[in-house]
Nanobody
Framework: QVQLLESGGGLVQAGDSLRLSCAAS????????MGWFRQTPGKEREFVAA??????????ADSVKGRFTISRDNAKGTGTVILQMDSLKPEDTAVYYC??????????????????WGQGTQVTVSL
């Protein structure tokens, strides 16, 4: 079993950038497809971005395409997954979660396919 820990959230102004990191303990992240999701109060957790085990496939939600970049570094330790967020908007405000998909053969966008989750990191974008 893998434990995930997000970091890098914070309070920024519209147009600024943030870099979220997801680190692992317990097992290497190379075993998993990885995704980022976000959630605001009263709403379903929604897909943001996903990257396959070796980084060959990448998906983005339409709302973040062209502004967010997901990447992974499998070379160091248990691996790290990064979400670079540029040109942030107030509507990007949410708790952001890192997630790992253990079983899928192909990369998925649905939260039900992900087996392990971090505790989340708050991103707040002000006007």
């Amino acid at each position: 079993q893998v434990q995930l820990l997000e970091s890098g959230g914070g309070l920024v102004q519209a147009g600024d950038s943030l870099r979220l990191s997801c680190a692992a303990s317990g097992r290497t992240l190379t075993l998993y497809h990885m995704g980022w999701f976000r959630q605001t109060p009263g709403k379903e957790r929604e897909f943001v971005a996903a990257i396959s085990r070796i980084g060959g496939d990448i998906y983005y939600a339409d709302s973040v395409k062209g502004r967010f970049t997901i990447s992974r570094d499998n070379a160091k330790g248990t691996g790290t997954v990064i979400l670079q967020m540029d040109s942030l908007k107030p509507e990007d405000t949410a708790v952001y979660y890192c997630a790992a998909d253990r079983d899928s053969l192909t990369l998925r966008r649905t939260k039900e396919n992900y087996d392990y989750w971090g505790q989340g990191t708050q991103v707040t974008v002000s006007l």
